[in-house]
């Protein structure tokens, strides 16, 4: 068994931690958060979405978070993009990266994006070939890649049908996504193994919700196969608003700990992490949600 020496994590807690909130987040609160991300040594950052301010309200202010960043040159600030509308309008905000997001299952495609999956194709396929002629990467998420809060278990053929569809649009990375957290690590390997016949290994990451605690035991299965890309939210934020009872990724500061421990590399200083997911809790008014933050706070106040 080979692991990685290094691990590449992206954190999508100012995006898919925040999206889900039920109060508002002001826009100076979402930049400050991305401060502290960059500060703990992040460099890849899932800022906002460029969705319809009706289906989630809370990222309404993606220009003026986008704008209010102040950029470090070697953070990579990717933003999701539904569609041409939502392309075109993130253009001003210059992201390195966008994401376009289907779903492995047909009900969640159409509760998310309000479209079948070949209609979902259909619109992100004009997306990515505007991003890519305009030099911008393009990554895809995957939803429900294990099972669906609407449909039930999810079997692997069907990730490998969204994965061979984004492939052949040009999709140029894929996020393989347990939505609502039901995988286990062997099902969890099925449905990478099922993308992996489409993307190389370096063109995949896990995206682990934590809702059944089994985000870790999911990551190092897809260590063990030779994945060494994450994404992951800072203090647990998040869930999504279109997956009842599903609750935020694995956190980041949980992922981390465990990679560190292992001898991987991260780049992130897990005290100034743990002080950026400090800082959005005490915001939102409550104790992150990450093992490894309670942990060390309580040691932090002796
Ligand atoms: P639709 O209603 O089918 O779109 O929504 P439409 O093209 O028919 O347009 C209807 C209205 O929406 C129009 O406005 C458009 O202007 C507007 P009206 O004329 O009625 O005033 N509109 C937009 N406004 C702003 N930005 C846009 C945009 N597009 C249309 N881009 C749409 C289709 C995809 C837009 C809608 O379903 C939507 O916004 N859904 C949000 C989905 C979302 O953000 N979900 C959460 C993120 S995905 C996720 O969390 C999963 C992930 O983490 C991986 C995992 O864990 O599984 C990535
Ligand atoms: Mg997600």
């Known amino acids: 068994m080979t692991l990685p020496t290094r691990v590449k994590i992206v954190d999508v807690g100012p995006r898919d931690g925040l999206q889900n909130e039920k109060q508002a987040v002001p826009a100076s609160v979402k930049i400050e958060l991305v401060h502290r991300l960059q500060a703990a040594g992040l460099k890849a950052i899932e800022v906002t979405s460029f969705v319809s301010p009706k289906w989630v309200p809370q990222m309404a202010d993606n220009a003026e978070v986008m704008a209010g960043i102040t950029r470090l040159p070697d953070v990579h600030y990717s933003v999701l993009t539904p569609n041409l509308q939502g392309f075109e309008a993130s253009r001003a905000s210059r992201p390195d990266e966008i994401v376009v997001f289907g779903a492995a299952s047909e009900t969640f495609s159409q509760r998310n994006i309000n479209c079948s999956i070949t209609e979902s194709i259909e619109r992100f396929a004009p997306v990515v070939a ?35 569809l984004m492939k052949g649009i040009g999709v140029q990375h894929i996020g393989v996504a347990d939505t609502i957290g039901v995988g286990t690590p062997l099902k969890v390997q099925r449905a990478m193994a099922a993308t ?11 995206h682990f919700h934590d809702t059944y605690g089994q985000a870790l035991a999911n990551t190092l299965a897809c260590l063990e196969m030779g994945i060494w890309q994450f994404d992951a939210s800072v203090a647990g934020l998040g869930g999504c608003p279109y997956a009842k009872g599903a609750t935020g990724n694995v956190a980041t500061e949980d992922l ?36 490894v933050a309670v942990a060390l706070l309580s040691q932090r106040a002796g």
């Open 130 to 164: 505007a991003a890519r002629a305009a030099g911008i990467p393009v990554r895809g998420a995957m939803s429900c890649v294990v099972g669906c809060p609407y449909e039930g278990e999810v079997a692997p053929e069907r990730v490998g049908y969204l994965a061979g």
């Open 256 to 291: 981390v700990y465990m990679l560190h421990g292992m001898g991987i590399a991260t780049g992130i200083d897990l005290n100034r992490l743990i002080d950026a997911g400090e800082y959005i809790s005490t915001q939102l008014q409550r104790r992150p949600n990450s093992r």
């Open 196 to 206: 992996l016949k489409h993307f190389g290994l370096d063109e995949v990451s896990g």
